[in-house]
């Protein structure tokens, strides 16, 4: 990666993070998808159990592959036929992983759901939640970070799941009623009650949609 562009996130990492700290959340900067694993690891103990949403981002940085191999309580909902038993499981686990569709210079968070079990898991349930977050997705604004989630995350996991969404053929939010629609939930995470639940691992690449 070019230095000046390595340089920039840097210095827009640091923004981040005291936004997070500002909102009750914990933040981090890895400087590559080595060391974001290597801090995911650091703050999820032995013998925790661990399950996830859809998360790209932790996939691209082999967090679960490494949690499925170790000494971990993997909640792998693929491995479940009732897909719903996994969902429900996910709200008693230590941790939660997840990415994020768009987050703010100021540390705010926002998620569209379908079936919105991801973003009930980051609001309540899970004692912790792990966000994996490629410098991609940092936004100056609510509203830019809104529009990241609707036009850009939104029309490529439509795409992803083979969804008959306008966004999916388009490529851009229609603000559809579409029965396959994925922005069914809309999740703002402007601060965390809870301290220490909510950690989010900034990356210094392009990570996830």
Not at 39 to 66: K, N, R, W, Y
Not at 70 to 91: E, H, P, S, V, W
Not at 144 to 161: D, E, L, T, W
């Amino acid at each position: 990666m070019n230095e000046n562009i390595v340089k920039r996130n840097e210095l827009l990492a640091t923004k981040v993070i005291k936004g997070l700290e500002a909102r009750n959340m914990s933040g981090y900067y890895a400087a590559t998808r080595e060391e974001a694993l290597k801090q995911a690891l650091e703050l999820i103990p032995e013998g925790s159990s661990v399950t996830m949403g859809g998360a790209m981002s932790a996939h691209e940085i082999g967090l679960p592959d490494f949690l499925k191999k170790g000494n971990y309580k993997f909640i792998d909902r693929d491995a479940y036929q009732d897909k719903r038993a996994a969902m429900l499981a996910a709200y008693d686990a230590d941790f939660f992983l997840s990415s994020t569709n768009a987050m703010t210079e100021d540390g705010i968070l926002i998620n569209v759901d379908g079936n919105s079990n991801r973003v009930s898991a980051i609001a309540q349930g899970p004692k912790k939640v792990l966000f994996i977050v490629g410098m991609n997705k940092i936004c100056a604004d609510v509203d830019s970070a809104m529009k990241r989630a609707r036009n850009v995350a939104a029309p490529i996991n439509a795409q992803r799941f083979g969804l008959s969404t306008p966004c999916s053929k388009t490529g851009s939010c229609m603000d559809c009623k579409s029965p396959d629609t994925i922005c069914c939930q809309i999740l703002i995470t402007r601060f965390s009650r809870h301290k220490d639940r909510i950690h989010v691992i900034l990356v210094n690449d392009n990570l996830g949609f």
